[in-house]
């Protein structure tokens, strides 16, 4: 689900858009899923995405990056600038 590289860490994440309210639902096939309530239309969800995990972490939206899955639901997530625990207790995985 996560992995620390030279660059930082690497995160699986499985999304879900539409849902109710943003929230992180846990464990989903080797990935975190995460509810994302803006619509996948024209890269939105993926920006809310990264303000979301900007707002849980505590940390600058610069400093995560999406590198796999721009228009898919399951999506590989750089966070350069935490240490891998910081980001697990601020996940909760």
Partial sequence: MI???DQGAKLNVFIQPNASKNEI???HNG???IKIQTPP???KANEEL???L???LEHP???IVILKGETSRSKLVLITG???EQIKQKLGI
């Fill in 3 to 5: 992995t620390k590289t």
């Fill in 25 to 27: 639902i846990g464990p």
């Fill in 31 to 33: 990935a975190l899923k």
């Fill in 41 to 43: 239309v024209d890269g």
């Fill in 50 to 52: 990264i303000k979301f």
């Fill in 54 to 56: 900007s707002k849980i």
């Fill in 61 to 63: 939206k610069k400093n």
């Fill in 82 to 84: 935490l240490g891998l």
